[in-house]
């Protein structure tokens, strides 16, 4: 499996406060996104980091905002948790942008009461 | 922007008998179309993929086909097994050149032993 852990693995928070989660890798890779899954919607982009301090917005981008200040780590903030923004969130990351596998996370399991 | 859509989201095949998943995609300039399964409480992991060059693409019994005129490409898992039960995602890379993915719905395989 490849190196990637996700902390927290479970949170329940409540409206309108701040939340982060992290996605830390091992394999020194370049690329890391970060995703939502929903009942009937699949896996949503969020955000992703194409390098240090590089980052550009995904589909669903409203709402998060992202942080990656070393290679191994990247962040999703949630500034204000809304209940729509309950959801399970999977990083990925991939060595090369085109033609290349993404490895998953385990995914955060996040609930906004 | 692309849009990915996967039927059925749901199949129910006995052991042994083959299953079909298909999707459709919107962006003609896609290029690159994996396959994803995710087991129950853990991350997506790739299965298999096909680039727009390659017609049809097999691995086991797993086979990938893919139709650009008809922007249409396919999962076909033959012999199926108990562990085969998952869900799987279909995704597309749209015209980007980025790694973002735009995946399908999601379909949910149950293999009856």
């Known amino acids: 499996d490849a190196g990637i852990t996700q902390s927290p693995r479970h949170k329940v928070t409540e409206t309108g406060t701040p939340v982060t989660l992290r996605c830390h890798q091992t394999e020194n890779h370049r690329y890391m996104y970060w995703y939502r899954q929903d009942p009937g919607h699949g896996l949503r982009l969020i955000h992703y980091?194409?390098?240090?301090?590089?980052?550009d917005k995904g589909e669903v981008s409203d709402g998060y905002s992202v942080s990656r200040s070393k290679t191994e780590d990247f962040l999703l903030t949630l500034e204000s948790a809304t209940s729509s923004q309950t959801s399970v969130y999977f990083c990925?990351?991939?060595?090369?942008?085109?033609?290349?596998?993404?490895?998953f996370g385990p995914g955060t399991r996040l609930t906004v009461l | 922007g692309e849009n990915v859509e996967q039927h059925p989201s749901t199949l129910s095949v006995q052991e042994g008998d083959s299953a079909v998943i298909k999707c459709t995609y919107s962006?003609?300039?896609?290029?690159?179309f994996p396959w994803y399964k995710q087991e129950l409480g853990k991350g997506p992991q790739l299965i298999i993929d096909?680039?727009?060059?390659?017609g049809e693409k097999k691995d086991q019994r797993i086979a990938v086909t893919l139709n650009k005129t008809a922007k249409h490409f396919s999962l076909h898992i033959t012999e199926t097994q108990p562990e085969d039960s998952a869900v799987y995602f279909c995704a597309a890379d749209g015209s980007s050149n980025t790694g973002k993915l735009i995946f399908g719905q999601g379909t949910t395989l149950q293999v009856k032993p």
């Open positions: 096909i680039r727009s060059n390659v």
């Open positions: 990925a990351i991939s060595e090369f942008s085109s033609y290349n596998e993404q490895f």
């Open positions: 962006d003609s300039a896609s290029n690159y």
């Open positions: 980091s194409y390098g240090v301090k590089d980052t």
